[in-house]
């Protein structure tokens, strides 16, 4: 099986190398962070000392990062594809802008390395399970190549385009993911102000028109569903803060091309709202913008 150099080991990607590992990969991992090193050790990967150490054998270099600054800090400033063997395919799956994607694409290119921009969806919950939806951009040959390694981490590999594409793909479903995310808690709200029970509600929902994947999976009411964030205090899942980091990504990206997401900037704003100055709220998942609605309900 092959070596993999696997870079950041948080929520997503830490599940991410313990699946590969579990699949019989040569995992070689690293993070800054020592819980997350213990963890991908116990998992079955090769914890080493630094992202060099990660990449040095590796066949696949995979990142997970929080940002696009730290993507291009790590692979161009700090200059990690110097690190990286001939015939290495690297591939970023952090939800980073396209330009950065594009960035470090030329970056890999100039050094003869094929890069593949592979952004995900699905969560926590799916990296856990191996069921992430991976969105490539890049070369055909190279979304084939990497195709067996994303399958033991995810269900689905989709080409995109060109590099930047994948990242491309990712901004427009966590737009996507936001409004709906919105819409659905504004509504569980009005059924309960009106005193409709939430899980009752959701049941006519989800059999109805205004079915949804955040009302089918991911429930924003606590007590309707188990296994979500909103089952226990909005703790774990995807954090607010990601979601405005995606959200102000979708919208350079609009502003770039002139494009109209008026739902989308007022999705940003709202979540901008919700999370206010209080960084514990940031760091909740971010299905807990029903929260807000619950407020403006008590403040009337």
Request: aromatic share 6%; charged share 20%; proline share 5%.
């Amino acid at each position: 099986m092959a070596t993999i150099g696997f870079i950041g080991l948080g929520n997503m990607g830490g599940p991410m190398a313990a699946n590969l590992a579990a699949k019989g990969f040569r995992v070689r991992a690293f993070d800054l962070v020592e819980a997350a090193r213990q963890r991908a050790q116990e998992a079955g990967c090769e914890v080493v000392g630094d992202p060099r150490e990660a990449v040095a054998e590796a066949e696949f270099a995979i990142t997970m990062l929080p940002s696009g600054p730290i993507v291009r800090d790590l692979w161009i400033e700090r200059d990690l594809l110097s690190a990286v063997p001939a015939g290495c395919l690297v591939i970023d799956c952090s939800t980073v802008a396209p330009e950065d994607s594009r960035a470090l694409a030329r970056a890999a290119t100039e050094r003869g390395l094929a890069f593949l921009d592979a952004p995900v969806s699905g969560g926590v919950a799916a990296a856990a399970a191996g069921t992430l939806a991976f969105m490539c951009g890049g070369e055909a040959a190279d979304v084939e190549r990497a195709r067996p390694v994303l399958l033991a981490m995810g269900s689905r590999v989709f080409h995109a385009g060109g590099h930047g594409a994948g990242a491309a793909a990712k901004l427009c479903n966590n737009l996507l993911l936001a409004i709906h995310m919105i819409g659905t808690a504004e509504a569980l709200q009005l059924g309960v102000d009106n005193g409709l029970d939430p899980k009752v509600l959701s049941e006519i929902m989800r059999a109805s028109s205004g079915n949804n994947w955040s009302l089918e999976k991911y429930n924003p009411y606590p007590g309707v569903m188990e296994g979500v964030p909103a089952a226990r205090g909005y703790q774990g899942g995807f954090a607010v803060d990601l979601m405005l980091k995606d959200l102000n990504l979708a919208l350079d990206a609009a502003r770039e091309r002139g494009s109209a997401v008026p739902m989308g900037a007022l999705a940003r704003n709202l979540y901008a709202l919700h999370r206010g100055a209080d960084p514990e709220r940031g760091r909740r998942d971010f299905s807990s913008i029903l929260e807000l609605f619950r407020r403006s309900a008590k403040s009337l």
